[in-house]
């Protein structure tokens, strides 16, 4: 069955304002997370990544938290910009492959 | 910056006719993947591969499936005779490392008919 799942399909939100994307997973020996963000017609671009001995990561205008004791990962995107309009898909590596989510679609409006 | 390349970028093929994807992986990467999306849906992993050998390969990689390394820079995924649920988008990705950043390529589009 699928270990990784995110909660919302769609996010519509103002230019300028912060997203917050969301992903349960169910795996608890699950320890690297991935974030890919991808734009139409493109493959998965890496975003940023997490291991499970964190809890926070920063990245350009990105955060990614884990919450392990719950299984949730979040990924926040600061001061939204129309580029950011995407299919964000959460992801674990286990055993050096992906597992993908389903993917949330946010679309900034201006 | 060095990218992963795949062609053809969209594959028209006919119903039992084999097919080859062909993917360019980072120069440098030792770890070859092939995934594919099906339109409207997540990206699944197909097979990794390593030391010229696969690595991991999920239920979808059935024996219709190859894959192959025949020289030292292009990394090939073959379908011996597509069916229709074959289309899909199918990205080939490499890696350094078995936990490092897993790099796409834009993809080749398949269409069987």
């Known amino acids: 069955g699928e270990s990784v799942g995110l909660h919302l399909p769609t996010l519509s939100v103002q230019e300028g304002d912060n997203s917050i994307i969301n992903c349960a997973y169910s795996?608890?020996?699950?320890?690297?997370f991935i974030w890919y963000k991808q734009e139409s017609g493109k493959g998965p671009q890496f975003i940023i990544d997490?291991?499970?001995?964190?809890d926070k990561r920063q990245g350009q205008r990105v955060t990614v938290l884990l919450n392990k004791t719950v299984k949730h990962l979040s990924l926040q995107i600061a001061a939204t910009q129309p580029g950011d309009s995407a299919v964000y898909f959460c992801?674990?590596?286990?055993?050096?492959?992906?597992?993908f989510g389903a993917g949330t679609t946010v679309t900034v409006r201006a | 910056e060095p990218e992963v390349t795949q062609t053809p970028s969209h594959q028209v093929t006919q119903m039992g006719q084999e097919v080859i994807l062909r993917c360019v992986p980072i120069?440098?990467?030792?770890?070859f993947y092939w995934y594919r999306q099906i339109l409207g849906q997540k990206v699944e992993f197909l097979v990794s591969?390593?030391?010229?050998?696969?690595?991991?390969k999920s239920e979808i990689f059935d024996d219709q499936f190859s894959v192959e390394r025949p020289d030292g820079s292009n990394f090939t995924l073959k379908i011996r005779s597509t069916k229709l649920e074959d289309s899909a988008m199918y990205f080939c990705?490499?890696?350094?490392?078995?936990?490092?950043?897993?790099?796409f390529g834009p993809g080749t589009r398949l269409t069987v008919t």
């Open positions: 990705a490499s890696s350094s490392g078995g936990l490092d950043e897993q790099y």
């Open positions: 795996n608890s020996a699950s320890d690297y």
């Open positions: 997490i291991r499970s001995n964190m």
């Open positions: 992801a674990e590596n286990i055993n050096y492959k992906l597992s």
């Open positions: 120069s440098n990467h030792l770890y």
């Open positions: 591969f390593y030391n010229n050998e696969i690595s991991e």
